[in-house]
């Protein structure tokens, strides 16, 4: 996931604005990166993820889960 996210944020002109994520640990992934990569989340990129798990409850910035 850590590649996927920098291979689609690599450029910021042509970065989406939003990242759907398969499962929480996905998200937490892809949140954890883009912030790397010096995008502000979520104002700059909006991380989505599926399935509950317990520790997407205590991402910082929270984490929006389906």
Sequence with gaps: MEA???TLLKDPETAPT???CANGEMAVV?????RR??????RDL???GFSN???T????PPL???
């Design 4 to 6: 996927a996210t920098i």
């Design 18 to 20: 939003a990242i759907v």
């Design 30 to 34: 892809a949140m954890r990166q883009a």
């Design 37 to 42: 990569l010096g995008f502000r989340v979520p």
């Design 46 to 48: 909006s991380v989505v």
């Design 53 to 55: 798990e317990t520790f």
């Design 57 to 60: 409850q205590v991402s910082d």
């Design 64 to 66: 929006t889960v389906v």
